[in-house]
């Protein structure tokens, strides 16, 4: 209880994926705590109060965390329903992983807990698990402490990894196992996870720590690969080593053969080419949790998973063509020593000129900056700027030739601090292009993303804020079109 008397609050994002769901339905810990749980949708059916909020948005986060003393973050890859997402999973996780840090920071969320990735005792972190590790260190960047728990893979009913291990078994005859799959893992249970999350909470010595966290065995994946077999198919299955198969057919062999995304099929079978171990499990003996072993675990996952339906992360996105031609952009932008946002931002529009000026002409009016084409003839992208702060630089998209009328004013561009300063991130959200899609899709996407690669790199190559030669006194910024590399194309 809090001084008040009442239960205290936790707000849980991701509480509709695999970990979230189990978590929320604990019922000693809904005695305990007041548990709100966070969805993007508000369909998820769940035994507790929920909030709807889309992380990727500021306001969203902030109005999710109201009133909450505790949080945990189970959120990972995120995916914005948007029509035309462009920008890596890393930096669109870091970028939602900000906005809840701020918004806990702004709520006195006196402590988070994530759920993050085991790093590899060997060799460098692949990329899904380096953004993992770098989303730790994105939570705490506002001073709430975090509790960062690292796990390998979790078997459970209903879970994306468990389903694909299962489906492996269930539909080859014979395993085919390559070499690297010898590498050693440590398996954990759903249940020991949800425990040791529930004990963690509102525990101050765990306040501002890193633990690892895994099962008792230690096993090869081949060696797990035989203990699903015997789970699914009541005998031990057949396993054949491929020497010459490397991780990259095997994504594609893997996916096929279970029905799983390759994108998601990608980080379980990349975190396989280095040993993930927990390095100790002090805080289960602490906590005395020390886990199930996988033989008694599996038998009653496989009966669960059967009617568990089919995991979140193996749905396609929902919208094809009733989506609203939506743009979400991220990119992320290596900044001079010293520089702030408004620093970068400041920049921009002097560097568009310098770059471009045969092309694009540059107008202020008060506190808008409007593009014009250099031939003449109306703006083709008003900003009007709303939030004007060293650390982050917001502006409305109010107008112009190249927005739509009816969304005018709704979508927004800014340029934010992440990771303490180390990094700075270009956003643009809800904007919705005039163009008809398909020409959209091939001109301004297109442009804008030769545009903002060509300006990230001239930042990145000054050392300074004077290198850079940015006013803070201007703290203008870039067109709001969309950013770098297209990561997803929904259905037209």
């Not at 189990?22 to 709100?36: K, Q, S, T």
Request: hydrophobic share 45%.
């Amino acid at each position: 209880m809090n001084r008040t008397g009442a239960r205290p609050k936790v707000v849980v994002a991701g509480a509709s994926g695999f970990v979230g769901r189990a978590l929320v339905a604990d019922r000693e810990l809904g005695r305990r705590y007041e548990l709100i749980g966070l969805t993007r949708g508000g369909g998820a059916a769940l035994p507790v109060a929920t909030r709807r909020a889309d992380l990727m948005r500021l306001d969203d986060a902030t109005r999710a965390l109201a009133g909450a003393e505790l949080a945990v973050y189970l959120v990972h890859s995120m995916m914005p329903n948007d029509r035309l997402v462009q920008g890596g999973f890393a930096d669109l996780d870091l970028f939602a992983a900000d906005n809840f840090a701020r918004a806990a920071a702004a709520a006195g969320v006196r402590q988070i807990v994530y759920l993050g990735g085991l790093a590899p005792t060997e060799g460098e972190p692949s990329a899904h698990i380096a953004s993992r590790l770098e989303i730790e260190e994105a939570l705490g960047a506002y001073g709430v402490p975090v509790t960062a728990l690292r796990a390998g893979l979790v078997f459970g009913p209903g879970g994306s990894s468990s389903r694909i291990v299962f489906n492996l078994a269930r539909r080859l005859p014979v395993m085919v196992c390559p070499r690297w799959t010898a590498t050693p893992t440590q398996p954990i249970a759903l249940a020991d996870v949800v425990a040791i999350i529930a004990a963690v909470l509102d525990r101050p010595e765990t306040f501002g720590r890193t633990f690892d966290i895994g099962g008792p065995d230690v096993m090869s994946y081949r060696d797990m690969m035989a203990l699903v077999g015997e789970a699914v198919l009541g005998r031990k299955p057949r396993i054949v080593g491929v020497p010459v198969l490397t991780p990259a057919l095997s994504r594609l062999w893997v996916s096929l053969v279970t029905g799983a995304p390759r994108a998601l099929v990608g980080p379980l079978v990349g975190s396989l080419a280095h040993p993930m171990l927990a390095r100790d499990r002090r805080l289960q003996e602490a906590l005395g949790i020390p886990g199930r072993a996988m033989r008694e675990v599996l038998p009653e996952a496989v009966r669960a998973d059967a009617a568990a339906g089919t995991p979140r992360a193996f749905r396609s996105p929902r919208g094809g063509r009733k989506m609203r031609s939506r743009v979400r952009s991220i990119q992320r932008i290596s900044p001079p020593e010293g520089a702030r946002a408004a620093d970068v931002a400041s920049r921009y529009f002097a560097w568009l000129e310098e770059t471009f000026g045969a092309l694009i002409e540059v107008r202020r009016r008060g506190q808008s900056w409007r593009l014009h084409a250099r031939a003449g003839g109306p703006a083709l992208i008003v900003l009007d700027r709303i939030v004007a702060d060293p650390d982050r630089v917001v502006f409305a998209i109010s107008n112009g030739l190249l927005t739509a009328r009816a969304h005018a004013g709704v979508g927004t561009f800014e340029l934010r601090e992440v990771l303490g300063g180390q990094a700075i991130i270009a956003a643009v959200a809800d904007y919705e292009p005039r163009l008809p899609w398909w020409l959209y899709l091939g001109t301004q996407a297109q442009a804008h993303r030769v545009v903002m690669g060509l300006f990230g790199r001239h930042v990145s190559r000054k050392t300074s804020v004077r290198a850079l030669g940015s006013d803070r006194n201007v703290q203008i910024v870039q067109p709001a079109w969309d950013v770098p590399q297209v990561l997803t194309r929904r259905s037209r």
